[in-house]
């Protein structure tokens, strides 16, 4: 079913999300419907993609998360889901792009994360599963960690202002200035 996907200044999108146990019906039917609600907010933003989604973000408070099975095929509408998703090992250097996240309104943020990640979950099977990740994919994945455990893209980059940057309707990024940024402030950490 489709839910909504929460997004600031709720709260419980900063609280830690808890660990899935036995893997049930009811496991299986929250992870169709991240895929669903993803979906269904992508088809509602011709600009946007919805690349991955935590449970918090439909309002559950589960350790699972989905994530795009191809971030270059729009058409591709298949996804990885992974439950208790840890990370288990970080290589290299952080490296600083643009990031969003479909709780957080109309901001876009240059986020550091690791070039590397090794992450350790289990599959809806059951099975463990180990991943190497680099690059894109290793974002997603230390994005989608760290909302499992009540962190967001912005409460990364807090303490640097110029890293935030506004996101138009049209997909175009652009720069934000002291009294938008004061204004959304207000909003995404009040
Ligand atoms: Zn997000």
């Not at 890293?163 to 207000?186: N, T, Y």
Request: proline share 3%; charged share 30%; with cysteine.
């Amino acid at each position: 079913m489709i839910q909504n996907i929460v997004t600031l200044p709720h709260a419980r999108l900063r609280k830690r999300s808890k660990p899935i146990g036995h893997i049930s019906k009811q496991t299986l039917q929250l992870i169709e419907d991240m895929k669903e609600s993803t979906l269904d907010w992508e088809d509602q933003r011709q600009h946007e993609v919805g690349v991955a989604l935590a449970a918090v973000q439909i309002d559950q408070l589960k350790r699972v998360v989905v994530i795009r099975s191809d971030f270059d095929d729009k058409n591709n509408r298949t996804f990885a889901a992974l439950i208790n998703p840890e990370i288990i090992k970080h290589e290299g250097q952080q490296v600083t792009e643009f990031e969003g996240c479909l709780s957080v309104k109309n901001v876009y943020g240059k986020v550091p994360r690791y070039e590397t990640v090794h992450v350790r979950a289990k599959n809806p099977k059951g099975d463990v599963v180990n991943i190497t990740a680099n690059g894109f994919l290793a974002r997603v994945l230390q994005h989608e960690i760290d909302h499992t455990n009540g962190i967001l893209f912005v409460d990364r980059i807090k303490d640097t202002p110029e890293a935030f940057h506004r996101l138009a309707e049209d997909g175009h990024i652009s720069d934000m200035d002291e009294v938008e940024r004061d204004e959304i402030f207000k909003v995404i950490f009040e």
